[in-house]
Each structure stands twice: as structure tokens, then as C-alpha cells.
């Protein structure tokens, strides 16, 4: 049995009352509520609605909803005030449904009910209803209810979320018709509002306006300075306020890092520890922004001190302050301290951002098994950590990796949606395949995701089907931009014409984006080098040389030397590629030396070519190409015997000569092969397919040249192994395993040479095929017995 309640006092309400009106604070105000409940029950005290109230408004403060409702389920006497402090009691846990439903039971709704629902939508983030809520109260059928400077404020920054002006607009002509717009928390909110939204000269109107500025205000201004680039705008204003909260540091340090000026948010940050007081000190977002400045600017012992700093002080590592520390090591080269910090903490309080940093560190490192166990660890990937695995794999060159997880991003049931990165990543893997049916297959996606029309996708398209031998299909998806091509759109159309033969369309191209007022980059000129060279154009290619340093004011690389002396090389010229390498203001590296070698190869300069390879193999002593380079020159020129002492030095010196091989995917299958080769299990039917091949050529007119083979064989052997070249077995595999009039492309790691340069002209006129081949420089698109080099190659 309960004993009999016990007569109240005044004293006992009295005491109850103080009780409740002290701070309630988490537990210890839950504690004092649920003894002073028991009083209640005990004195019989639910008489007095005052003290009912006070205790209901202390379970609604500390979150407990179920006894605030029960209380008022109980009450025999209900006020205006015990109706909101149930329905805070509800907002405040986030439960808007049972808030609606006892919302809609209240006899009747003043400015404080209506306002708590807005508060409460605004806080589980349903903008847009807390705004249509504040229209509800002013034209509900009791006549309208007039909203606070705190409805306001509350809406304001629900419409701030949103980013739409339009509504803030309609609310600041309710700010207006109420006269509230000379109330400082008003008007802070508006100039926050507009800055959010994008509209800064509105922005600064209101600022402009305002009668008081406090902190707030000043701090609002300073955020639209940083918002819009302002940066020294936004930092006079921090240099004349007599006064700087939190906000204010804050709002120059995270602005400072966002527009990337890292330096200047660790030196405000080290100011901020000098000259503030005792009282001020770094909250989360503070130390977010240092440590995600260190993180940029890869200062690992920076960020190592503020670590320290953190756990000196005693602050509480977790949510985004735990996934910057996590980030900045990772990201700085400290991955395995990230990864310690993680497996101390676990995965819950950390968020994908920093589970993505420790991922992107592992990768930086080349440790992709790391990396694919971090990534396997993660429960919900965003599309930032699938990108960042892709794009790890892409760097590292494990392209069928990246294909096999694209696959399953957009395969798996509720999967992520690539964004421009992701497609972007993927089509540079099938650029490095230079596999045109998985470009196609990325394309595709691209379109159903709507990415299709990102610049740097469609860049990416250009680039990819350049590669993959489709010049026509780049030239749609550089015509089909829709945004403003920028330098690198017109500048991979520039390098895909130069590289498929079309040098004078490339200059053409060059010249409308120069017309266009576009600025040209180092590499475009690369392009417009590689063009000329393709070509033979010694004199535009020299013009354009001069332009680059004169007009556009860009200092030569070793990559426009290297082109220049290819140009001249090439063309025959040369005494003046030595020369032009000789006045070079910078030391010539491999490639520069190496393009000459090549030329020298070419025209048959032994004098020039030994000159060449000497100064490459004293850069490089174990370079392959130089020794194979000399030694084909000595052949090519009938000197047998300085050709074998070479190739003798690289079997002594174990130098390993680069296999030539070609490739051909049919039925997403890519098929390589070697010169001779007896590996493919179709071998005996390419053979028989190349001999009956060889022999209607060679009717058509076609004679071997079996100087291509650089040995010194009987004729017979050298024509048997012309006939057996990569490129003329990857061919006629080719032509049996796919339809009539089907294009071919074939890719080669090597220069082709002259004879398979011959013979293919022939083959393509016999089997009425294009046949591209894209060899170590260059595209050959062969059609009806002509090659879109001219011969010139």
C-alpha cells in the first residue's frame, strides 16, 4: 500500500519552486526534477499550475518529453504556458510529428507556439517548412498571429539554408512593414540572410543601413568580405574592431582558408593565442580550420603542435575536430599516426571526410592494399571516397582495378552517382587503355548522370577518344561543350588534331582560341610544337616559338626545346637541331637528346647520331633506347660490324632492348602481339590470313623493304620477318575476328616502321578498311591506300 499523501506547506512549494528555478543542467537538472516530482506526488502539490509549470520546463529543458507530457496529462489546471513548454519539451528532441499533432490540440496558439515550431523544423533541417510555417501564422484563421524578432531570426536563417533570395526578400518586407528592421539581431540575421544567398550588394545595403553594429554585425560583413574575395577588405574591418568575439576570429581564419590562403589563417590563428584574453579561447571550428590549413599547405609539424595544444588544454577530440587531426596527418605524410588515432577511437565518431583522408594518404604512399582495407572499412561511401579509390588506382596504373570498382559504385542496388571527378578518372583510364568500347561505356554514364556537360568531363572525352583512335567523336565532344571551353578544352583538341595528322587544323584551332581572347598555356604550346612537327612546318613552328616568348611571356621548357629540336630533326635540318640544343639556356635532358638521336636514325647522320647517344648515355648510362638507337643507325646505314659491337655492349652491360608490340581489342578483349609471334591460339589462321594478305599485296605493287630489318640476314629471312611484324599480325587477327568494312585500331609501343608503313597502305586499299595505328608518337589513319601523315612521320 502507498502511504497517505502528506499535507502540503508553503514552505514545501516554496522550496520545490527554488529548486526548479536553479539552472537546469543535463543530469544534475533531470536529477532535481525527478526529486522534486516525487515531492510533488507525495504532497498532493499538483494544486499549484506555477510550480507544475516550472517542473514541466525543466524536463522540456533537459530533454525528457515523456515526463513533461505526463505531467500535463495530469495537470488539473492548464495554462498557455504549460501548453508550449510540452510542445518545447517535443521540438527540442527533434520529434516535429508529435509536436505537430499537440500543436494542432492547443484551444489556442500565441507567437511563442508558432515560433517553437519554426525553431523546431529549422533544427532537423526542414527549412523550407519552418519558413511556410511563418506564413501560416500570420494569416491563420484567428486573425494572424505577428512574429517576433526571434521568429524572424529563426526564419531568416531557415531561408539563409535554403539559399533562396527570392523568399528572403518577401520576408524582409515583413521585417519592413513590422518596423523591425532597425533591430540589431534583425538585421544581422538579413545581412547574413543575403550574404548566404548570394546577393552581396543587397548585403551591403543592409549593412550600410543598420543604426548599431555590434559584433555580430561586423562579424556578418567581414564573412560577405571573405564570401566574395574581399580578402583585404574583410581584413581592414578585423584590424579597426575595437571588440572580437570567437565569430570574428573564426570568420578570418576559415575565410583565409577557404580562399586559400593557408599561411595567413595559421598567422591570425598564432595572433589570435597572443592577444586574446584568458577567456577567449579556440572552439572546434577554430582548430578545423588550422589544422585543415596545415593540411594544404603540408606543414606536418605545425599541425603536430597544435595537436598537442589540443590535448595540452584538454579539449574534447571528436566529431570535426577529430577528422581534421585525422586528415591533417594523413594528408601531411603522417598516415600511420592517422591510422593509430583511428584505431584508438574507432569508426563512430568518425565522419567520411576523414576515413577519405586516411584513404587518399595510403594511396599518395602507393600502399593500395592499405588503402582498399581503409576503404572496405568504410560502411557508407560517398562518391568522394569512391573517386579518391579510382583515382588511386588510375595513378598507380592498375586500370582493370579502377574498372572493376567503377562497375560496382554504379552497380550496387542504391549506389553512389558518379560525379564529373569520378567520370573524369574513368575516362582517363581508358584513355591509358586506349580502349574505345570502355571510353563509350563511361561516356554513356556521363550522359545518363547529366555530368556529360561538365568542362572537365567533356574535356576528358576529348582526350579519350583521341586516344583511342576516334578523332571525330573528340571533335563532337570539344563542339558539344556547353559552358565556355576553357584553356584545357582547346587545348586537348589542339594536341588530338596535331596528334591524327590534322596539323594545319590544329594551328587553325590555335588561332580561334586566340581570337577568342583565351590565354594560351605552356602546354598548349607543346601541342601547337607537336603539330608543327607532325607536319614538317619548320617556319610556323619557329613563329610560334617566337610568340611564346614575346607575346605571351612564357619561358621555354625542357618539353618546348625538346619539341623544337624534333621539329628541325624531323625536317632534316639537322645541324640546326644540334645548334639549337648547344644555345640552349638550360642543360638538354634525355628526351631533347633523344629526339635527335631519332632524327639522326631517320636521315642517317652516324657522325651527329654517335654525338647524340654519347650525351644521352652520359645522363643516362643505362638507357636502352640510345645504345638500340645507335645500334639500328649503324644497320640502317650498312655497318654491320659497329651495329653488333653495340648490341654486344648492351648483352655485356645487361641493358634490355624495349620489345616492340602491338594490341587490337575486339569484343572487349585486347589481343597483343609480338614480332614472330606463336603465343596467340589462333596463330596458325593470322598466319595463313597475313600470307595470303602478303601475296595480294605484293600484286598490287607493294615491295618489301627489307632494309626495315636491321640484321644482316639473307632477303627471304628479312622478308619473312617483315611479314610477321606486331602490327601486321594484330591486323589481320583483325580482319577475321570482325565484320567487313569495320575500322580497325591497332595500338603499337614503338615507332612503325617504313615497311609496315608501306604495307599497310596497301592492305587498307585490298580489304576497303580505315586502319589506325597509333604508334610511341603519333596516329596513322590509313584509308583507300593513303596514310593522313602524308608520308611524313
Known sequence: MMDPPVPPSSHTLQLCTNLLQSPPKSNNGRFTAQLVHCRVIKSGLFFSAYLINNLMNVYSKTGNAIHARKLFDEMPLRTAFSWNTVLSAYAKRGDMSSAREFFDQMPKKDSVSWTTMIVGFKKIGLYRKAVRTMGEMMMNEEGGVEPTQYTLTNVLASVAATGCVETGRKVHTF???????????VSNSLLSMYAKCGDPVTARVVFDRMAVRDVSSLNAVIALHMQVGEIDLAAAQFERMAERDIVTWNSMIAGYNQR?????????????????????SPDRFTLSSVLSACANLEKLSVGKQIHSHIVATGFDVSGIVLNAVISMYSRCGGVETARRLVEQRGHADLKIEGLTALLDGYIKLGDMNQAKVIFDSLKSRDVVAWTAMLVGYEQHGLYGEAISLFRSMV?????????GYTLAAMLSVASSLASLSHGEQIHGSAVKSGEVYSVSVSNALITMYSKAGSIASARRAFELIRCKKDTVSWTSMIIALGQHGHAEEALELFETMLAERLRPDHITYVGVFS??????????????????????KIEPTLSHYACMVDLFGRAGL??????????MPVEADVVT????????????????GKVAAERLLRIEPENSGAYSALANLYSACGKWDESAKIRKSMKDGRVKKEQGF????????????????GVHPQKKEIYMTMKKIWDEIKKMGYVPDTASVLHDLEEEVKEQILRHHSEKLAIAFGLISTPDKTTLRIMKNLRVCNDCHTAIKFISKLVGREIIVRDATRFHHFKNGLCSCRDYW
Not at 521585417?175 to 539581431?185: C, E, H, I, M, R
Open 574 to 583: 639537322l645541324q640546326e637541331a644540334h645548334e639549337f640544343i648547344e644555345k
Open 531 to 552: 603539330a608543327c612537327t607532325h607536319a614538317g612546318l619548320v617556319d610556323e613552328g619557329r613563329r610560334y616559338f617566337d610568340i611564346m616568348k614575346s607575346v605571351d
Open 260 to 280: 586559400g590562403y593557408d599561411l595567413r589563417a595559421l598567422e591570425t590563428f598564432s595572433k589570435m593565442l597572443r592577444e586574446s584574453s584568458s577567456l577567449l
Open 411 to 419: 552497380g550496387e542496388e542504391g549506389g553512389q552517382r558518379p560525379n
Open 593 to 608: 637528346w633523344g629526339s635527335l638521336l631519332s632524327s639522326c636514325r631517320v636521315h642517317k647522320s652516324v657522325d651527329l
Open 175 to 185: 521585417v519592413l512593414k513590422l518596423g523591425l528592421s532597425s533591430n540589431v539581431s
Open 662 to 677: 602491338s594490341w587490337i581489342e575486339v569484343k572487349h578483349k585486347v589481343h597483343v602481339f609480338g614480332v614472330e609471334d
